[in-house]
């Protein structure tokens, strides 16, 4: 599958953003979806997860803020994201499997396939 990522920008503290996904193939509905991000000098890690059941997962930074969503009739992932802080900037990456177990849905591990990231950036 290939992901395609967009929707990132510059914006200020307080405001709101969309990022999107676009996943090829016709097995979008049955892989486990997450969304990761990667600031300057530090590690990716993660930010959301949706599961085939609509299970989601939040890491809590973002916990409250962000909402993780899918169009499978789109092949699309979404990422609201609201309340943005400036320790939100970075690039944000999806990210998709089919295989492995719940526990690595929290782990760049944990997936096979990657988009190319977007970058966003909060300003003060």
């Known amino acids: 599958v290939q992901l395609v990522e967009s929707g990132g920008g510059l914006v200020q503290a307080g405001d709101s953003l969309r990022l999107s996904c676009a996943a090829s193939g016709r097995t979008f509905s049955g892989y486990r979806m997450g969304w990761f991000r990667q600031a300057p000098g530090k590690e990716r890690e993660f930010v959301a997860v949706l599961v085939s059941s609509g299970i989601t997962r939040y890491a809590d930074s973002v916990q409250g803020r962000f909402t993780i969503s899918r169009d499978n009739a789109k092949n699309t992932l979404y990422l609201q994201m609201n309340s943005l802080k400036p320790e939100d900037t970075a690039v944000y990456y999806c990210?998709?499997?089919?295989?492995?177990?719940?526990?690595?849905?929290?782990?760049?591990?944990?997936?096979?396939?990657w988009g190319q990231g977007t970058l966003v950036t909060v300003s003060s």
């Open positions: 990210a998709a499997t089919l295989m492995g177990s719940w526990s690595n849905s929290f782990s760049t591990s944990g997936y096979d396939y």
